[in-house]
T-cell receptor, first 109, second 114 residues
Framework: GQNIDQPTEMTATEGAIVQINCTYQTSGFNGLFWYQQHAGEAPTFLSYNVLDGLEEKGRFSSFLSRSKGYSYLLLKELQMKDSASYLCAVSANDYKLSFGAGTTVTVRA | IAGITQAPTSQILAAGRRMTLRCTQD?????MYWYRQDLGLGLRLIHYSNTAGTTGKGEVPDGYSVSRANTDDFPLTLASAVPSQTSVYFC?????????????FGPGTRLTVL
């Protein structure tokens, strides 16, 4: 099976930066996804990485190191609306997504 | 554009009853998926369909069945519900063009089995 680990919870202050780490051990690798999920809602797509390096998309950036089995999602200039769960998901040999348990980020004023 | 719709939004069901969760997408996506989400466990794949007429088993298929008669619809059936099937169920779809597929999720069905 696939093994995907991310912290359970993180708390940060409005305007600050938070980095959510994700480590994975999978059978093959075809890309890593980050999704955002607000409480009681559906997951929504944030980013996709398949090559090593940093992908920047506005206030959100995602980094991948395939050799280390490691990714992080960086949230800058935190806003209250960023309080949500962030899900790391890996596409492995069979192209199906395996999800981590999610990291709940709480933004405090 | 509605994207993906699921019905019902929530349901309380007696153990042993049969239940079908409905999922419809209007994006003409080839691939569709059913996940369950439980606290502390994340999203787990139940069944999937790469294209109309085909289905496959995911990580936790026992107690569930699916069908894919056409591109748009992908119902999930619990033949005889048990309390351990209490969960939030999400349907998702992707265009199925390859490994870079982004999956888009429906709003979910909250199911309680008593």
């Amino acid at each position: 099976g696939q093994n995907i680990d991310q912290p359970t919870e993180m708390t940060a202050t409005e305007g600050a930066i938070v980095q959510i780490n994700c480590t994975y051990q999978t059978s093959g690798f075809n890309g890593l996804f980050w999704y955002q999920q607000h409480a009681g809602e559906a997951p929504t797509f944030l980013s996709y990485n398949v090559l090593d390096g940093l992908e920047e998309k506005g206030r959100f950036s995602s980094f991948l190191s395939r050799s280390k089995g490691y990714s992080y999602l960086l949230l800058k200039e935190l806003q209250m609306k960023d309080s949500a769960s962030y899900l790391c998901a890996v596409s492995a040999n069979d192209y199906k997504l395996s999800f981590g348990a999610g990291t709940t980020v709480t933004v405090r004023a | 554009i509605a994207g993906i719709t699921q019905a019902p939004t929530s349901q309380i069901l007696a153990a042993g009853r049969r239940m079908t969760l409905r999922c419809t997408q209007d994006m003409r996506h080839n691939a569709m998926y059913w996940y369950r989400q439980d606290l502390g466990l994340g999203l787990r794949l139940i069944h999937y369909s790469n294209t109309a007429g085909t289905t496959g088993k995911g990580e936790v298929p026992d107690g569930y069945s699916v069908s894919r008669a056409n591109t748009d619809d992908f119902p999930l059936t619990l033949a005889s519900a048990v309390p351990s099937q209490t969960s939030v169920y999400f349907c998702a779809s992707s265009d199925g063009s390859g490994h870079t597929d982004t999956q888009y999720f429906g709003p979910g069905t909250r199911l309680t089995v008593l």
